[in-house]
């Protein structure tokens, strides 16, 4: 019953700009601390940011000042805004809801494609 569903992924030219998507269902995410992760092939899976539940956000230094994540928990949404992006960017990006008050309680999506190329 439990869903993270991501969209908004595609095609986008070097200095392009994307809006990802995390819709929830089965959760509320008033409990969750949420990220972003990627995933080049032949790459392991990499933290891009995460957001508290009191909204506290943090990223990885090669993402600093690109991108900006954000949740709605009326919405059961979280977003990640990409900016200037690059080809490096190139990866499958997920979404993750790691609950913050039981541990071993978290969830992943089927993630979604990001393709930078000219």
């Known amino acids: 019953q439990v869903q993270l569903v991501e969209s908004g992924g595609g095609l986008v030219q070097p200095g392009g700009s994307l809006r990802l998507s995390c819709a929830a269902s089965?959760?509320?995410?008033?409990?969750?601390?949420m990220g972003w992760y990627r995933q080049a092939p032949g790459k392991h899976r990499e933290l891009v940011a995460t957001?508290?539940?009191?909204?506290?956000?943090n990223y990885a230094d090669s993402m600093q000042g690109r991108f900006t994540i954000s949740r709605d928990n009326a919405k059961n949404t979280v977003y990640l805004q990409m900016n200037s992006l690059k080809p490096e960017d190139t990866a499958v990006y997920y979404c993750?809801?790691?609950?913050?008050?039981?541990?071993?309680?978290?969830?992943w999506g089927q993630g979604t494609q990001v393709t930078v190329s000219s």
């Open positions: 993750n809801a790691r609950n913050q008050y039981i541990l071993g309680i978290y969830y």
């Open positions: 089965g959760i509320g995410l008033s409990r969750y601390v």
């Open positions: 957001i508290t539940i009191g909204g506290n956000t």
